[in-house]
């Protein structure tokens, strides 16, 4: 079993910043992909960043050059910088964890951008 626990997120400006952490604890296999992915109202589940242990990332196209995911293997966190926020930012992002046939997620925090 793996929990995860995020913080960051709140109310951010167009054109702002915003950084969200989420902390992994429990059964953490070293062999791990970790990434965040949000939901606005009406829409499905999209990928916003995933990165690997090995230091590998993906990123969706609507965050390509304004996000930034990064992770702490020694701690098991993985964070994501949001800059040049727009309002279609705003979502419910959620934490992932995915290792062998694994695959947990956070219990989502609340991203508001206004305009």
């Known amino acids: 079993q793996v929990r995860l626990v995020e913080s960051g997120g709140g109310l951010g400006q167009s054109g702002g910043s915003l950084r969200l952490s989420c902390a992994a604890s429990?059964?953490?296999?070293?062999?791990?992909?970790m990434g965040w992915y949000r939901q606005a109202l009406g829409k499905r589940r999209e990928l916003v960043a995933t990165i690997t242990s090995g230091g590998s990332t993906n990123y969706g196209d609507s965050v390509k050059g304004r996000f930034t995911i990064f992770r702490d293997n020694t701690k098991n966190t993985v964070s994501l910088q949001m800059n040049s926020l727009k309002p279609d930012d705003t979502a419910v992002y959620y934490c992932n964890y995915r290792a062998r046939f694994y695959d947990y997620w956070g219990q989502g925090t609340q991203v508001t951008v206004s305009s």
């Open positions: 429990g059964s953490i296999f070293s062999d791990n992909t």
